[in-house]
């Protein structure tokens, strides 16, 4: 997949490890990253270092794709990939993060957006999965807003955040459900 996606606000390029701080900072608000599955709160830099460098390698495996959302001053103001829960499965799944400072301004959407376009020309990704944790409401909302429908399904997954398992509802984007069919709206 491209290293770099550009939307009409937004780049979308690879992690670098000196994107390390700010991941610990923006990702380890408890407000965060208790609505991921993988971070943990407080997020020491250390392991954001790490998450970013085993990232790096399975981006090599082209089995996950994930990018550090930027603005155009390039400050890093959340993370958005794609990726597949095993080599084995067709379908990719979304997942994204916006520090708490950039709520508000579409960021999600929009860099959701450009990514799902880039995974559909550059892997094949007719089918694309999301899922969100029951109590996250803004979540929700951005995946209706980028086509995603609810697929009827629920799963237990548990969350570094929470110490404890919490429901998640899961989501699919139809293969013709795509950039130019989808409504512009960024907020």
Known sequence: MRPEINTDRLHL????????????RLAGDPDI??????????YPV??????????TLKNKRAVHHPRAVTRADGALVGSCGVFKRSAAEP??????WIGRPYWGAGYATEAARGLIDA???????DCITAGYFEDNDASARVQAKLGFKPTGARRELFSLA??????????ALAPETAHSGAEKELS
């Open 119 to 125: 995974a559909r020309a550059d892997l094949g990704a």
């Open 91 to 96: 379908d990719y799944e979304i997942g994204f």
């Open 13 to 24: 390029r690879p992690f670098r490890l000196e994107d390390a701080p700010v991941v610990s």
């Open 46 to 55: 250390e392991v954001a270092e790490a998450w970013i460098f085993l990232q």
């Open 33 to 42: 990253a208790r609505m991921t599955s993988t971070v943990p709160s407080p």
């Open 162 to 171: 929470r110490s404890a398992k919490a429901w998640v509802v899961e989501m």
